[in-house]
C-alpha cells in the first residue's frame, strides 16, 4: 500500500523555524519527484516547493525562496522542508506529495499521492 506520512508541524511564533518530514513507500519513492503544498482554510492546495528524484534540482514559490529548503535522502526514503523566518501567512496545512515523474513540477494536479497534512501555525 502507497503511503506518504507526515510530521514535524506544530505552533511557532513569527520569526520562527520549522522542519517537516516525509517518510514515503519505498516503491514510489526511488522513481519520483517529491513535493510540498499547502492549503490554508478557504483557500487552495498551493504549491510550495518540489524536488527531482535525483535531488539535483528543486523549485520553490516566490513566498518561499530565501526561507524554505527542501531535501531528500534517498535511503530512508524521505523529503524534508525547512522552513525558517516563518510568517503567520504561512500558517496552513502542509501536505507531502508524490509527483506523477521524475522532474520538478508546480501543479498540484502532477502529484499522484497525497499524505495526510500536518499543521503549521505561526503566531504574530
Known amino acids: 500500500q502507497v503511503q506518504l506520512v507526515e510530521s514535524g508541524g506544530g505552533m511557532v511564533q513569527a520569526g520562527g523555524s520549522l522542519r517537516l518530514s516525509c517518510a514515503a513507500s519505498?516503491?514510489?519513492?526511488?522513481?519520483?519527484?517529491m513535493g510540498w503544498f499547502r492549503q490554508a482554510p478557504g483557500l487552495e492546495r498551493e504549491f510550495v516547493a518540489t524536488i527531482s528524484r535525483s535531488g539535483a534540482s528543486r523549485n520553490y514559490a516566490d513566498s518561499a525562496k530565501g526561507r524554505f529548503t527542501i531535501s531528500r535522502d534517498n535511503v530512508k526514503n524521505t523529503v524534508s522542508l525547512q522552513m525558517n523566518s516563518l510568517k503567520p501567512e504561512d500558517t496552513a496545512v502542509y501536505y507531502c506529495g508524490a509527483g506523477k515523474s521524475w522532474s520538478i513540477y508546480r501543479n498540484r494536479d502532477e502529484n499522484d499521492y497525497w499524505g495526510q497534512g500536518t499543521q503549521v501555525t505561526v503566531s504574530a
Open positions: 519505498g516503491r514510489i519513492f526511488s522513481d519520483r519527484a
